[in-house]
């Protein structure tokens, strides 16, 4: 069975116990991290002192979509990992760009979720929200072209930014009008695993 380490209140961690039930992988969960701290035994599995970790058959991993990737590869089969590059990689690209949304959001996030009212900074929020609609204009324009970010398909593609869209439309900020990413987000809330692991509060 696979086991995960880290909270569900974290974005990487949401990924992966999506990602996991999308596969029908059996696993486990151990909270880690934040509130619940990291002991010896799991700074000697990852070092890092970063969530999420996995094992698998022995097979210690972290780094999220990594670990995305290796769950792909061993568990998915062509229909999440195809055996065509170019296929692949059309998908693939859309996992290391979420990074880039990611520090977009950060700013909004951590004031208006991880800070009393009386820390925030207006103007940090501000900021983030500008440049996070910037990218989600990126992201309408390619869903304009493809019905999900993996191609034809729901894929591995999907996983990493349909974590972050759903922060992103449940922060209090200004959105702009994006059709298509509104309904690739409406698409993604009828999945189980997604309401289940994702669609949680954010704290």
Not at 38 to 58: R, V
Not at 81 to 105: L, S
Not at 113 to 142: G, N, T, Y
Not at 154 to 178: C, E, K, N, Q
């Amino acid at each position: 069975m696979l086991t995960l380490w880290g909270r569900l209140n974290s974005h990487n961690v949401k990924k992966v116990a999506w990602f996991a039930e999308e596969l029908g992988i059996p696993y486990v969960r151990h909270d880690v991290g934040g509130q619940f701290g990291m002991s010896e035994a799991y700074l000697a599995l990852n070092p890092n002192a970063l969530i999420p970790t996995i094992e698998d058959d022995g097979f210690v991993l972290w780094e999220s979509n990594a670990i995305l990737r290796y769950l792909a590869a061993r568990h998915g089969g062509e229909r999440w990992w195809p055996e065509d590059p170019v296929q692949r990689a059309r998908a693939d690209r859309w996992t290391d760009w979420q990074f880039e949304f990611a520090d977009a959001q950060r700013g909004a996030f951590l004031n208006l979720v991880r800070r009393p009212l009386a820390e925030r900074d207006p103007a940090v929020i501000a900021a983030s929200a500008a440049a996070c609609a910037a990218k989600m204009q990126i992201l309408d324009h390619a869903l304009a072209q493809t019905p999900w970010l993996s191609g034809t398909a729901f894929g591995m593609g999907d996983i990493p930014m349909g974590t972050y869209a759903h922060s992103w439309f449940t922060l209090d900020i200004a959105r702009p009008s994006v059709p298509h990413v509104e309904a690739w987000y409406a698409r993604l809330t009828e999945r189980s695993g997604y309401a289940a692991q994702v669609m949680i509060p954010l704290t």
